[in-house]
């Protein structure tokens, strides 16, 4: 019975469309009924942002049981965290599981298909089942069930909440798949943004008359496995690059590619221009290419003409620039995989391009760095910035800048530490294999851990090839080991 009716809720969860950029509301309030059915207290904390493209309304749902009052000087009760938001879904015919829709729940063989089934919603109705066989008991310490918004873009959810001090508990337990393993360590995520201005200009095709829409569809991935994917913005510099060894010349008008930076890009595009005479050699060119497969992603072309003015081109120097500043950041991904730690998977910190965006004043390239805990950040970020500082020196009519502009911790708590050691009772006691690991992928535990409370991560599902991938899905039987370990370290830790 229990089961039926978690699985009814995660249909209705995993139907609402809480994509970061679109905002938590609808599915925020969803959860706040669930709550108030359940008896539970509960309060929308509305959370503010300055992020641009990102709609304003975003929540944090907030439910109590136990003692209500929350006392900023004493930690006590435990926090059970998870995110209420997910990446977007990406193309949408390779959900192939869900017929090509991925907000349409999908149960087959111990599975459930469906953006967010794993990362991370239906974690929030494993923990609200578990809190809810606690509302008739007395409870020495409060049991705090939080649903955050932002995460996947800069965990601002968590960071409000934390900065509010609306709640201040002893533990904190975070929610993100982990095969039901506990996650006791992860790496950082740091996000560069590199910005090419300059100024576009109308002028003279010059012959340069013939147009190319070159389309790219990759394969998503989470961002910390960037080798499961494909991604479509390498691949599109990659075909270009060897276009233009084979002796094309291209003037450039677009490029764009990706559209959240946490998640290797599935899509790409570049339009370009070449001479009449070039036009016929392309096409062959093409098709030879995409018949061969030298590439591992899909290539489209549209075919169009123009006369002889009227177009803004790029600057020429830009695609040169382009290719110079994703060098840089390939050179330091060969680097970063002579330093490896085999507790990790993968076993050495990685680099996606997530994002490529143009508009009338320059491009923007964003870059996740997901660094082991003994790489020194700062370090590398000014290893980034020298390097960007180089590249300028090169390309004097280009204006060229690099900023971190975010930056979230590693996790690193010790294997014998007191929350740790209770979560693994607790494992033991739901009948599953109290294993400690690793993960790739940062987490809220980690603003949590800086913070100074005692932080660690469990979910059920998988994360690697499962998280920000089509066909994303949770495991049923997981789901419910991972309701009865939420009881028993409720007992262990309020009651």
Not at 200 to 210: I, K, L, Y
Not at 221 to 240: C, E, K, M, Q, R
Request: proline share 4%.
């Amino acid at each position: 019975m229990i089961m039926k009716r978690l699985l009814d809720e995660a249909k209705k969860m995993i139907q609402i469309n809480s994509e970061t950029s679109r905002g938590n509301e609808e599915l925020a309030n969803y959860v706040q009924t669930l709550l108030h059915e359940r008896g539970i207290k509960s309060q929308l904390q509305p959370v503010t942002h300055s992020l641009e493209g990102i709609s304003k309304r975003q929540f944090n749902v907030i439910g109590i049981l136990g003692d209500p009052l929350v006392d900023r000087k004493i930690r006590k009760g435990l926090l059970l965290n998870t995110h209420l938001d997910t990446v977007s879904p990406g193309r949408p015919e390779n959900w192939t599981e869900t017929g090509g829709n991925p907000f349409s729940a999908v149960v087959r063989e111990n599975k459930i298909y469906g953006l967010g089934s794993a990362d991370v919603k239906l974690d929030f109705l494993c923990k609200l089942h578990a809190v809810s066989k606690f509302r008739e008991r007395k409870l020495k310490q409060p049991i705090y069930l939080v649903g955050t918004c932002g995460e996947e873009i800069g965990m601002f959810g968590a960071r409000y909440l934390i900065k509010s001090m609306a709640l201040n508990p002893r533990y904190v337990l975070v929610g993100e798949p982990s095969d039901l393993k506990l996650i006791n360590g992860h790496k950082s995520m740091n996000v560069f943004r590199v910005k090419i201005d300059f100024q576009q200009v109308e002028r003279d095709a010059r012959g340069f008359n013939r147009r190319i829409d070159l389309f790219t569809f990759g394969k998503s991935a989470h961002s910390a496995y960037p080798h499961l994917g494909v991604n479509a913005i390498f691949a599109t510099l990659d075909f270009l690059q060897k276009a233009s060894e084979a002796g094309f010349e291209f003037r450039f008008t677009r490029f764009d590619g990706g559209d959240t930076i946490n998640k290797v890009p599935d899509r790409a595009q570049a339009q370009f221009y070449l001479t009449s005479h070039q036009f016929e050699d392309f096409k062959r060119f093409f098709r030879e290419i995409t018949e061969s497969r030298t590439f591992p992603a899909d290539f489209k072309a549209e075919l169009g003409g123009i006369g002889d003015t009227g177009v803004r081109f790029l600057p020429d120097a830009l695609y040169p620039c382009l290719m110079d500043v994703v060098g840089l950041f390939q050179r330091m991904s060969r680097d970063f995989k002579t330093m490896k730690d085999p507790t990790y998977d993968p076993p050495h910190s990685t680099i996606n391009f997530g994002r490529l965006q143009q508009d009338v004043s320059g491009a923007t390239l964003h870059f996740d760095l997901r660094l082991l805990p003994d790489l020194v950040a700062e370090s590398i970020e000014q290893h980034v910035l020298e390097g960007i500082k180089e590249i300028a020196a090169k390309y004097p009519s280009l204006n060229i800048s690099a900023v971190r502009e975010r930056m979230s911790p590693g996790l690193n708590m010790k294997d014998d530490h007191e929350f740790v050691k209770m979560c693994r009772d607790s494992m033991s006691a739901a009948g599953f294999e109290p294993t400690l690991a690793r993960k790739a992928t940062a987490t809220e535990a980690a603003l949590y851990f800086q913070a100074g409370y005692e932080a660690v991560v469990i979910g059920p599902g998988l994360s690697q090839g499962n998280s920000h991938s089509p066909n994303e899905h949770n495991l049923l039987d997981q789901m419910e080991k991972a309701v009865l370990f939420y009881e028993k370290i409720i007992e262990k830790v309020c009651s």
